[in-house]
């Protein structure tokens, strides 16, 4: 098994990597997060952007998305867990060839049942150092200790069209397989500017992800330069809810940035929102 299966590579920088460290750090986080409870009971969940930072500075943003999906189960099959990739050693789409991601909470098996309908390529060096997939697992695995599995996919060439493209290949196979997925876009916001600047900047982003115009999404940061580096996820989440519902909407959950944790003149944005559509 070892050959299939990969080892953390930011445990013990992103989270901790004792699993009573990292269960009481989630706990504590927990506490001071934002939570909606019954907020979305008639509402089917089909994802949600979070994101990825080191849990002392984003999970308090981050755990409002897993209490709300640990809040209406659904018996989710797959967890696709859509990354970008911040080194730039992957193919443009990418999967992940181990059969097994560990963390300290336990091992999350890859549904490789997908990889031939998805026809995408492998790669093990997209994910070898990448910590934007790994840190949602130990989320996942905290908030739903169930049977469910994971399918990590990085995109490094982050376009429209790309997106596009994905979210078919996801729906398709899903549908074939007769499985319910549900589909995390993992991102921060934007990076290392003063907070009200962030803000604003996002705001015009926040703007189009609502419209869930996907191409508008890509204008308007090629546009004013903003640094919302998991474009492609989030693009490819908005395509994908569009293929399931002729009525998806997009709903902020949290929203904050780095300098609540540590003060600093310049500071990276953290936005959770839930996509979901209604079930009559």
Partial sequence: MQAELRKP???GMFYPSDPAELKQLLQNLESRALLSPGAFDEKILVGGIVPHAGYMYSGVHAIP???TVAANPSDFDTIVILNPDHHGQGEDVSLDPHSYWETPLGVAEIDKAFFPLLELETSLLAQQNEHSAEVMVPLLQYYMPGSFKILPVSIRNQTPDIAVQLAGKLAQAADKLGKRILVIASSDFSHFVPAKEGAANDN???E????LDTKEVYSVIMEHGNSVC???PIMTLLAYAQLKASKPRVDILSRGHSGERSSSPSVVH???AVVSYNRT
């Fill in 270 to 272: 953290y936005l959770t």
């Fill in 204 to 206: 015009k982003v926040i």
């Fill in 9 to 11: 590579a930011v445990s």
């Fill in 208 to 211: 189009k992800i609502q419209a």
């Fill in 65 to 67: 998305f897993f209490h």
């Fill in 230 to 232: 998991g474009v492609g």
